[in-house]
């Protein structure tokens, strides 16, 4: 079983950029394909980005694509989400969660597929 924590999370204005990280502990880290989701006030928790376990492929959701970007650290046991060009609706708190990997061009975007999720960390857009 993995254990993550997640932080990095912060007040930001819209057009900011933030960084929030993931910590892993536990089971093997780098077998494990890493995603990132989150929900926001009233809203269920929605898929964001997803990583490999060797970090050679991501996925993104259409709603980040060419905004967000998902790496990963396997030596530190660290994933990580770059945020830029942040808008107001990117305002929710942030997951990670670790999945099994998956083949080829197939990520997990179900949250039911993942495990291990921390606390989680607040992201705020301000407009």
């Known amino acids: 079983q993995v254990q993550l924590v997640e932080s990095g999370g912060g007040l930001v204005q819209a057009g900011g950029s933030l960084r929030l990280s993931c910590a892993a502990s536990?089971?093997?880290?780098?077998?494990?394909?890493m995603g990132w989701f989150r929900q926001a006030p009233g809203k269920g928790r929605e898929f964001v980005a997803a990583?490999?376990?060797?970090?050679?492929?991501?996925y993104y959701a259409d709603s980040v694509k060419g905004r967000f970007t998902i790496s990963r650290d396997n030596a530190k046991n660290m994933a990580y989400l770059q945020m830029n060009s942040l808008k107001p609706e990117d305002t929710a708190v942030y997951y990670c969660?670790?999945?099994?990997?998956?083949?080829?061009?197939?990520?997990?975007?179900?949250?039911?597929?993942?495990?291990?999720w921390g606390q989680g960390t607040q992201v705020t857009v301000s407009s």
């Open positions: 990583i490999r376990w060797n970090g050679g492929a991501t």
């Open positions: 536990g089971r093997a880290f780098s077998s494990f394909d």
């Open positions: 969660a670790a999945t099994s990997p998956r083949h080829g061009f197939m990520f997990a975007t179900d949250e039911g597929d993942y495990a291990g």
